[in-house]
Protein backbone atom coordinates (compact mmCIF):
# COMPACT_ATOMS: atom_id res chain seq x y z
CA UNK A 1 0.00 0.00 0.00
CA UNK A 2 2.57 2.11 -1.34
CA UNK A 3 1.85 6.12 -0.10
CA UNK A 4 2.38 9.59 -1.86
CA UNK A 5 5.30 9.57 -3.89
CA UNK A 6 7.67 12.15 -4.91
CA UNK A 7 10.56 12.21 -7.26
CA UNK A 8 13.40 13.62 -7.21
CA UNK A 9 13.78 13.82 -3.52
CA UNK A 10 16.55 16.36 -4.03
CA UNK A 11 16.74 18.41 -7.06
CA UNK A 12 19.74 20.86 -7.84
CA UNK A 13 19.47 23.62 -10.50
CA UNK A 14 21.13 26.91 -11.52
CA UNK A 15 19.40 30.30 -11.82
CA UNK A 16 17.37 30.11 -14.85
CA UNK A 17 17.29 26.62 -15.27
CA UNK A 18 13.81 24.70 -14.88
CA UNK A 19 12.84 22.79 -12.23
CA UNK A 20 10.40 19.44 -12.76
CA UNK A 21 9.10 17.80 -9.41
CA UNK A 22 6.42 14.53 -9.74
CA UNK A 23 3.81 13.07 -7.24
CA UNK A 24 2.07 10.42 -7.99
CA UNK A 25 -0.91 10.32 -5.40
CA UNK A 26 -1.83 7.65 -3.13
CA UNK A 27 -3.77 4.55 -4.83
CA UNK A 28 -7.59 5.42 -4.70
CA UNK A 29 -6.75 9.55 -4.52
CA UNK A 30 -8.12 11.61 -7.12
CA UNK A 31 -6.87 15.28 -5.69
CA UNK A 32 -3.59 16.36 -5.69
CA UNK A 33 -2.94 19.47 -3.46
CA UNK A 34 1.11 21.34 -4.22
CA UNK A 35 2.16 23.42 -0.60
CA UNK A 36 5.70 25.07 -0.51
CA UNK A 37 7.69 25.46 2.66
CA UNK A 38 10.27 27.75 2.74
CA UNK A 39 13.14 28.04 5.50
CA UNK A 40 11.61 28.15 9.16
CA UNK A 41 8.33 28.43 8.21
CA UNK A 42 4.82 26.24 7.45
CA UNK A 43 3.82 24.52 5.07
CA UNK A 44 1.80 27.34 2.53
CA UNK A 45 -1.18 26.07 -0.27
CA UNK A 46 -0.10 26.49 -3.79
CA UNK A 47 -2.47 24.21 -5.94
CA UNK A 48 -5.36 21.97 -6.09
CA UNK A 49 -5.93 19.67 -9.12
CA UNK A 50 -7.98 16.93 -9.70
CA UNK A 51 -7.10 14.77 -13.35
CA UNK A 52 -7.06 17.04 -16.03
CA UNK A 53 -8.06 19.97 -14.24
CA UNK A 54 -6.52 23.02 -12.37
CA UNK A 55 -9.21 23.49 -9.44
CA UNK A 56 -7.33 26.20 -7.60
CA UNK A 57 -3.92 27.78 -8.01
CA UNK A 58 -4.76 30.84 -5.91
CA UNK A 59 -1.55 30.31 -3.61
CA UNK A 60 0.47 29.57 -6.67
CA UNK A 61 3.07 32.59 -8.14
CA UNK A 62 1.52 33.92 -10.98
CA UNK A 63 4.76 33.86 -13.19
CA UNK A 64 7.32 30.98 -14.11
CA UNK A 65 5.20 28.44 -12.29
CA UNK A 66 2.72 25.57 -13.15
CA UNK A 67 1.15 22.68 -12.39
CA UNK A 68 -0.55 20.20 -14.37
CA UNK A 69 -2.05 16.43 -13.43
CA UNK A 70 -2.83 14.57 -16.32
CA UNK A 71 -5.24 11.79 -17.07
CA UNK A 72 -2.29 9.39 -17.00
CA UNK A 73 0.80 9.84 -14.90
CA UNK A 74 2.12 11.84 -11.99
CA UNK A 75 1.11 15.17 -11.13
CA UNK A 76 3.75 17.76 -12.90
CA UNK A 77 5.16 20.96 -10.78
CA UNK A 78 6.88 23.19 -13.01
CA UNK A 79 9.00 25.64 -12.08
CA UNK A 80 10.84 28.04 -14.89
CA UNK A 81 13.95 30.35 -14.68
CA UNK A 82 14.36 29.16 -11.26
CA UNK A 83 15.52 31.82 -9.25
CA UNK A 84 17.19 31.33 -5.66
CA UNK A 85 14.01 32.23 -3.40
CA UNK A 86 12.64 29.55 -5.26
CA UNK A 87 14.39 27.37 -2.68
CA UNK A 88 12.39 25.03 -0.52
CA UNK A 89 10.78 21.73 0.27
CA UNK A 90 7.79 20.95 -2.12
CA UNK A 91 5.57 18.70 -0.31
CA UNK A 92 2.47 16.97 -2.21
CA UNK A 93 -0.41 15.85 -0.82
CA UNK A 94 -3.18 13.54 -1.96
CA UNK A 95 -6.99 12.96 -0.56
CA UNK A 96 -9.90 10.57 -1.44
CA UNK A 97 -12.84 12.27 -3.15
CA UNK A 98 -15.05 13.67 -0.42
CA UNK A 99 -12.40 13.89 2.43
CA UNK A 100 -10.36 16.68 0.99
CA UNK A 101 -9.49 18.25 4.59
CA UNK A 102 -7.45 14.86 5.22
CA UNK A 103 -4.23 14.93 3.57
CA UNK A 104 -1.75 12.59 3.22
CA UNK A 105 1.80 14.21 1.95
CA UNK A 106 4.42 12.99 0.57
CA UNK A 107 8.36 13.04 1.51
CA UNK A 108 8.87 16.22 -0.46
CA UNK A 109 11.67 17.61 -2.73
CA UNK A 110 13.97 19.71 -1.85
CA UNK A 111 14.85 21.95 -4.42
CA UNK A 112 18.25 24.14 -4.19
CA UNK A 113 18.89 26.40 -6.58
CA UNK A 114 22.36 27.55 -6.76
CA UNK B 1 -8.76 34.00 6.99
CA UNK B 2 -7.48 31.53 9.17
CA UNK B 3 -4.29 31.33 10.64
CA UNK B 4 -2.73 28.94 13.02
CA UNK B 5 0.24 29.79 16.16
CA UNK B 6 2.42 27.93 17.52
CA UNK B 7 4.28 29.65 20.18
CA UNK B 8 7.09 27.57 21.03
CA UNK B 9 9.51 27.03 18.36
CA UNK B 10 11.98 24.89 19.96
CA UNK B 11 11.38 22.40 22.98
CA UNK B 12 13.81 20.53 24.49
CA UNK B 13 12.53 17.41 27.10
CA UNK B 14 14.47 14.56 28.55
CA UNK B 15 13.62 11.30 27.83
CA UNK B 16 10.44 9.81 29.36
CA UNK B 17 9.52 13.26 30.29
CA UNK B 18 5.95 14.92 29.17
CA UNK B 19 5.54 16.76 26.47
CA UNK B 20 3.38 19.58 25.34
CA UNK B 21 2.93 21.56 21.88
CA UNK B 22 0.70 24.58 22.17
CA UNK B 23 -0.78 25.19 18.84
CA UNK B 24 -3.83 28.21 18.50
CA UNK B 25 -5.73 29.29 15.81
CA UNK B 26 -8.09 31.66 14.24
CA UNK B 27 -10.95 30.21 12.08
CA UNK B 28 -14.60 31.70 11.16
CA UNK B 29 -16.07 28.28 10.95
CA UNK B 30 -16.23 24.93 12.57
CA UNK B 31 -12.38 23.99 12.51
CA UNK B 32 -11.00 20.99 11.74
CA UNK B 33 -7.57 20.57 13.00
CA UNK B 34 -4.67 18.01 12.19
CA UNK B 35 -1.22 17.83 14.30
CA UNK B 36 1.47 16.62 11.50
CA UNK B 37 5.18 15.71 12.67
CA UNK B 38 7.79 15.41 10.41
CA UNK B 39 11.35 13.50 10.78
CA UNK B 40 14.21 15.39 9.31
CA UNK B 41 14.33 14.82 5.84
CA UNK B 42 11.09 12.81 5.68
CA UNK B 43 7.51 14.11 4.47
CA UNK B 44 4.61 14.66 7.06
CA UNK B 45 2.84 12.11 8.75
CA UNK B 46 -1.05 12.71 10.10
CA UNK B 47 -0.61 12.42 13.98
CA UNK B 48 -4.72 12.61 14.64
CA UNK B 49 -7.06 15.22 13.80
CA UNK B 50 -9.89 16.91 15.21
CA UNK B 51 -13.22 16.94 13.86
CA UNK B 52 -16.08 16.52 16.04
CA UNK B 53 -17.30 14.69 19.04
CA UNK B 54 -14.83 13.93 21.82
CA UNK B 55 -12.88 17.25 22.48
CA UNK B 56 -9.81 14.87 23.38
CA UNK B 57 -8.70 12.98 20.43
CA UNK B 58 -6.48 9.59 20.62
CA UNK B 59 -3.60 9.30 18.05
CA UNK B 60 -0.54 7.32 16.81
CA UNK B 61 2.90 6.82 18.59
CA UNK B 62 0.78 7.33 22.04
CA UNK B 63 0.37 11.26 21.21
CA UNK B 64 -3.19 12.92 22.46
CA UNK B 65 -4.92 16.55 21.60
CA UNK B 66 -7.40 17.97 23.28
CA UNK B 67 -9.54 20.61 21.56
CA UNK B 68 -10.67 23.80 23.36
CA UNK B 69 -13.08 25.94 21.97
CA UNK B 70 -13.21 28.78 24.43
CA UNK B 71 -9.19 29.05 24.57
CA UNK B 72 -9.20 28.46 20.32
CA UNK B 73 -6.44 25.53 21.55
CA UNK B 74 -5.34 22.33 20.31
CA UNK B 75 -2.42 21.46 22.31
CA UNK B 76 -0.48 18.15 21.27
CA UNK B 77 0.25 15.79 24.35
CA UNK B 78 2.96 13.15 25.22
CA UNK B 79 3.13 11.25 28.87
CA UNK B 80 6.48 10.06 27.91
CA UNK B 81 8.48 10.97 25.23
CA UNK B 82 10.71 8.43 23.74
CA UNK B 83 13.80 9.41 21.85
CA UNK B 84 12.42 8.73 18.44
CA UNK B 85 9.93 11.63 19.18
CA UNK B 86 12.73 14.34 18.24
CA UNK B 87 10.98 16.01 15.35
CA UNK B 88 9.48 19.12 13.53
CA UNK B 89 5.83 19.06 14.84
CA UNK B 90 2.96 21.16 12.94
CA UNK B 91 -0.40 21.85 13.55
CA UNK B 92 -2.83 22.41 10.79
CA UNK B 93 -6.73 23.95 10.28
CA UNK B 94 -8.91 23.39 8.03
CA UNK B 95 -12.97 22.70 7.69
CA UNK B 96 -15.03 20.25 5.80
CA UNK B 97 -14.32 20.22 2.10
CA UNK B 98 -11.89 23.12 2.63
CA UNK B 99 -8.59 21.61 1.64
CA UNK B 100 -6.38 24.62 1.73
CA UNK B 101 -5.01 23.64 4.96
CA UNK B 102 -2.85 26.27 7.30
CA UNK B 103 -0.13 25.23 9.09
CA UNK B 104 1.90 26.80 11.97
CA UNK B 105 5.49 27.55 11.75
CA UNK B 106 6.05 24.12 13.79
CA UNK B 107 8.10 23.15 17.18
CA UNK B 108 10.98 21.77 16.93
CA UNK B 109 11.19 18.88 19.53
CA UNK B 110 15.01 17.71 21.00
CA UNK B 111 14.63 14.59 22.95
CA UNK B 112 17.99 14.57 25.51
CA UNK B 113 19.38 11.17 27.15
Known amino acids: NAGVMQNPRHLVRRRGQEARLRCSPM?????VYWYRQLPEEGLKFMVYLQKENIIDESGMPKERFSAEFPKEGPSILRIQQVVRGDSAAYFC????????????FGPGTRLLVL | AQSVTQPDIHITVSEGASLELRCNYSYGATPYLFWYVQSPGQGLQLLLKYFSGDTLVQGIKGFEAEFKRSQSSFNLRKPSVHWSDAAEYFCAVGAIGDYKLSFGAGTTVTVRA
Open chain 1, 93 to 104: ASSPQGAEETQY
Open chain 1, 27 to 31: KGHSH
